[in-house]
C-alpha cells in the first residue's frame, strides 16, 4: 500500500508539472538574448514586463498593454536605483517566497525567440510567479511596491 501511495503521489506530481501551461502569459522571449512576458489577467488587463541587463534603464520595466511604449510605464525597478528597491524584493520576497528559481511551462507557440515552451530566467520566473500570485495588474504592482 506504501508503494502504490508513493506511485500515484509520483504520478500526480509528473502529471501537473508536465501538462500544466500558463496559459495566460500571451507572447514572451527566454532565451538570453531577450527576456520579457506579456500577462493577461483579463482582455482589458493586461501587462507587459521587460529585463534589461544593460543599457541606462538597467532592470525590470512593466508597461500597461502588449507593446513596450515608454508612455504606457506602469513600474520600472532600475537596478542602479540608490534605494535598492528591486534587490531588496529579489532577496526579501520573491527568494523567500520562491525559492532559487524554477521553470514556468508556456505555449510554445507564443514566442519568436529561441527557447519555446518555458521561462526559466531566474527574474522573469520571479516576476511571472508574483503575477500568478496576484488578482489582477492593480494587485500585481502592489506586490511589487511599485505604488510607494
Known sequence: MRK???????YLLFVTNTYSLENRVTSYADDGLEAWFTF???KKDVFTLSFAGSGPYRGIWIVEGKLLDPLNTICLLETDDQTKKLQKLIMNKFMTNYGLGGEIKVDPNRTLGNIKG???????????????????????????????
Open 4 to 10: 502504490f501511495l508513493g506511485t500515484l503521489i509520483l
Open 40 to 42: 493577461e489577467y483579463s
Open 118 to 148: 518555458k521561462i526559466s530566467n531566474t527574474i522573469l520566473y520571479y516576476f511571472l510567479r508574483a503575477a500568478q500570485d496576484s488578482k489582477n495588474t492593480e494587485d500585481y504592482l502592489a506586490n511589487l511596491n511599485c505604488n510607494d
